[in-house]
């Protein structure tokens, strides 16, 4: 994922909105890029804060922590989020952080420092009215909650709102944990009704958070998953699987190939199954040129962030498979964020099933909305829910008079 790569996006968008030069530099400008190099026993990382659009409210997004993360990754991650608080309808702009390491060579001591110094690096920038970080890749609930308490320290008072996906004890939010996986559903259940598929069969493409909770909410209602996969293999029984012994057998062994009642097949050969439903939920680029002319799924559910090239997206829409793309189908992890967000506002905690119907309003809200535009032109779906989130960035703007 590039930055190069977005913006060649949105100048395609632009085409067919018709958007002016002024309204597309706008959209592809970051307000600002904070940088800075901390210092943990000897060792220096690079570190980084990308707001990049906050039209619409306090910018949004989570903190990778990565070896490979750059300063144009964390802008190109900082649009999208900019998009998907748009496309969710919750009041922010996008952002992203992050820092050049990787955690899995770090003491926990190093660790709680290293997230310490991010927090007196970018707290001038942060807050809960200003950007609310959260976590990402490699960053978790308890580096949250000192990245909180470093902020508290600073401000010299309680801050919960400052950051999200903290653990409950510290103002997290029930459902935070699943939220990406049940918003994906709630989605996908919305797009089987409009197309009138009857059939349930799905394949899940990465069995971590999203593909493991996308597997156990979808066979709670009755879908019935014929294969999963992970980085060292696939699993196949068109029977269905029986989820709970997957899940003992990854727990136990850390792969779900070995799981004994079912044929082991490529992770390649997983894309291509004759299901009703495929659902990325690894990595970027799984489907390409390569592979797209093979898929037989009706819908393929983006959970994983832009699991499908640009080109693959042209053949899969002219082969009638309709894409329900990342920034619609996870977006369920920054709106229960947002909700956490709101919690800490109000001081006011809601039970889990009061989280879930927003979630589920939400999210059903903003399905629709695309579908209405996609039913009266003839661009994939894609196209439309990014024609969706620029405009209500740009009435944003207009309404700012940031576009005269
Ligand atoms: P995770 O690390 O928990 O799980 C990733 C899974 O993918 C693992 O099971 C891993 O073995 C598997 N995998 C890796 N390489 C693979 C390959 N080549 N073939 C098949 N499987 C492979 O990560 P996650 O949190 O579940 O995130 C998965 C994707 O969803 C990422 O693209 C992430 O950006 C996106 N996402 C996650 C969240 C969330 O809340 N967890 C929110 C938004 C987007």
């Keep these: 994922m590039n930055f190069t790569t977005i913006t060649n996006f949105i100048d395609k968008i632009g085409k067919i909105a018709n958007l002016s030069e002024k309204e597309l530099k706008i959209l592809k400008t970051a307000r600002r890029e904070h940088t800075a190099e901390l210092k943990v026993n000897e060792n220096k990382y690079l570190a980084y804060r990308v707001q990049f659009n906050d039209a619409r409210g306090p910018t949004k997004g989570g903190i990778r922590y990565h070896p490979e993360v750059d300063l144009d990754e964390v802008k190109a991650l900082a649009f999208w989020m900019s998009l998907k608080t748009a496309v ?11 820092i050049t390491v990787n955690p899995k060579e770090l003491t926990i001591q190093e660790l709680e420092e290293l997230s310490r110094k991010w927090i007196r690096a970018f707290h001038e920038h942060i807050g809960p009215t200003k950007d609310i970080p959260a976590p990402d890749v490699y960053t978790t609930p308890q580096i949250m909650a000192w990245m ?16 999200t996906g903290k653990p409950l ?11 990406t996986a049940l918003g994906g559903v709630y989605v996908l259940k919305e797009a089987v009704a409009k197309l009138g598929l009857t059939e349930k069969t799905v394949a899940i493409q990465g069995f971590g958070n999203a593909g ?7 066979s709670e209602e009755g879908y019935k998953i014929v294969a999963v996969s992970d980085s060292k293999g696939a699993i196949y029984n068109y029977e269905g699987l029986n ?18 009642n079912a044929e082991k097949i490529s992770n390649g050969d997983l894309l291509k199954l004759n299901v009703c439903v495929l659902v990325p939920s690894a990595l970027a680029n799984a489907i390409t040129v390569e592979n797209a002319n093979d898929i037989k799924a009706k819908i393929i559910l983006e959970l994983a962030n832009g699991p499908t090239t640009p080109e693959a997206d042209e053949i899969l829409h002219k082969n009638k498979v309709l894409v329900l793309p990342d920034i619609l189908a996870n977006s369920g992890g920054v709106t229960v964020s947002y909700f956490e967000w709101v919690q800490n506002n109000y ?10 119907d927003r979630l589920k309003e939400k999210l059903v809200k903003a399905f629709n909305s695309i579908w209405e535009k996609y039913s009266s ?4 779906f894609r196209i439309n829910t990014y024609l969706l989130a620029i405009d209500r960035i740009l009435k944003a703007e207009k309404l700012r008079g940031n576009l005269k």
């Design 88 to 98: 969710a309808d919750v009041p922010y702009g996008g952002a992203k952080g992050g």
């Design 148 to 163: 909180m308490d470093e902020y508290e320290k600073i401000k010299g008072e309680k801050s919960p709102g400052v950051i």
């Design 169 to 179: 004890e510290l103002g997290g939010s029930l459902v935070r944990d699943i939220a």
């Design 212 to 218: 493991m909770n996308a597997a156990k909410i979808l």
């Design 243 to 260: 989820l709970n012994e997957v899940i003992k057998v990854k727990q136990e062994t850390k792969s779900v190939v070995n799981y004994s």
């Design 347 to 356: 001081g006011y905690y809601w039970d889990a099933q009061t989280v879930k």
């Design 377 to 380: 032109n003839n661009y994939d």
